[in-house]
C-alpha cells in the first residue's frame, strides 16, 4: 500500500512541476519570442511613458475626444469596505453589471446617457454608446458609434469634419480574417491620432 501511496505523491508532484511550472514558463518564453508586444500587454507608449493598452478601454470625458463605451467596473469605496464605487476600466475588476433588459436601473441608466449624449430621434444614439461590454474593459467603438461623435470633436477641436471622418475611416479595423467580429475602431488609437494631428 505505501508503494501506491509513493507512486501517487510522486505523480501528483512531477505533473504539478510539469504543467504548474515548467509547461507555463515554456509558453511564457515562446510568446515573448514570437510576440514580443503582445505578451507584454499590447502596450502604447509615447515619448517612453506607457499610456495605455489597446486591450483595455480609458474614461475619455473631453468633448474634445471621442468616448467609448460605459463600463460597468466597481472598486471598493475607501470609505467603506463593504460597498463599491464606479470605477470605469477597472483591469482589476472586469465585469458587466448583470442587469437585463427588463431591469429599470439599466432603463433609467441608459434614458440618462442617451440625454446626456443629446439623443434625437433623427440621430438616435448607437447602442454601444449607452451599454456597456460584458467585461466592462472594451476598448472599442463600432464605426457608426466612432461617426455618431464626429460633429461633436470636430467642434470642439475647430477642425472640418471632413478630417475627423477621413481619421476614423483610417483608424476602422475589419473583421478579423475577414469573418469574424464587427468592423470597430480602437478609442486610444483613434484619441492619440487625433493629438498627434493637432501638434502637425
Same mark, same amino acid.
Given at each position: 500500500?505505501?508503494?501506491?501511496?509513493?507512486?501517487?505523491?510522486?505523480?501528483?508532484?512531477?505533473?504539478?512541476?510539469?504543467?504548474?511550472?515548467?509547461?507555463?514558463?515554456?509558453?511564457?518564453?515562446?510568446?515573448?519570442?514570437?510576440?514580443?508586444?503582445?505578451?507584454?500587454?499590447?502596450?502604447?507608449?509615447? /515619448?517612453?511613458?506607457?499610456?495605455?493598452?489597446?486591450?483595455?478601454?480609458?474614461?475619455?470625458?473631453?468633448?474634445?475626444?471621442?468616448?467609448?463605451? $460605459?463600463?460597468?467596473?466597481?472598486?471598493?469605496?475607501?470609505? /467603506?469596505?463593504?460597498?463599491?464605487?464606479?470605477?470605469?476600466? *477597472?483591469?482589476?475588476?472586469?465585469?458587466?453589471?448583470?442587469?437585463?433588459?427588463?431591469?429599470?436601473?439599466?432603463?433609467?441608466?441608459?434614458?440618462?446617457?442617451?440625454?446626456?449624449?443629446?439623443?434625437?430621434?433623427?440621430?438616435?444614439? $448607437?447602442?454601444?454608446?449607452?451599454?456597456?461590454?460584458?467585461?466592462?474593459? /472594451?476598448?472599442?467603438?463600432? $464605426?457608426?458609434?466612432?461617426?455618431?461623435?464626429?460633429?461633436?470633436?470636430?467642434?470642439?477641436? *475647430?477642425?472640418?469634419?471632413?478630417?475627423?471622418?477621413?481619421?476614423?475611416?483610417?483608424?476602422?479595423?475589419?473583421?478579423?480574417?475577414?469573418?469574424?467580429?464587427?468592423?470597430?475602431?480602437?478609442?486610444?488609437?483613434?484619441?492619440?491620432?487625433?493629438?498627434?494631428?493637432?501638434?502637425?
Amino acid at each position: 500500500m505505501l508503494r501506491h501511496i509513493r507512486a501517487s505523491i510522486v505523480l501528483l508532484l512531477s505533473m504539478t512541476l510539469l504543467l504548474g511550472l515548467v509547461y507555463p514558463l515554456a509558453l511564457t518564453g515562446v510568446s515573448r519570442a514570437l510576440f514580443p508586444a503582445q505578451a507584454a500587454g499590447s502596450l502604447i507608449e509615447r /515619448d517612453g511613458k506607457t499610456i495605455g493598452s489597446s486591450l483595455i478601454g480609458q474614461n475619455f470625458t473631453s468633448d474634445r475626444y471621442f468616448h467609448g463605451r $460605459p463600463s460597468a467596473t466597481t472598486d471598493t469605496d475607501p470609505n /467603506d469596505a463593504t460597498k463599491t464605487v464606479p470605477a470605469p476600466y *477597472n483591469a482589476a475588476a472586469s465585469s458587466g453589471s448583470n442587469l437585463g433588459p427588463t431591469s429599470k436601473a439599466l432603463v433609467d441608466r441608459v434614458r440618462e446617457d442617451v440625454g446626456k449624449l443629446g439623443g434625437a430621434a433623427d440621430k438616435p444614439v $448607437p447602442a454601444d454608446l449607452v451599454t456597456t461590454s460584458g467585461s466592462g474593459l /472594451d476598448p472599442d467603438i463600432s $464605426p457608426a458609434a466612432a461617426a455618431w461623435q464626429v460633429a461633436r470633436v470636430a467642434k470642439a477641436r *475647430n477642425l472640418p469634419e471632413a478630417v475627423m471622418r477621413r481619421l476614423v475611416a483610417q483608424h476602422t479595423q475589419g473583421r478579423v480574417f475577414g469573418l469574424l467580429g464587427e468592423p470597430r475602431v480602437n478609442v486610444l488609437q483613434l484619441n492619440l491620432a487625433l493629438d498627434a494631428l493637432a501638434k502637425r
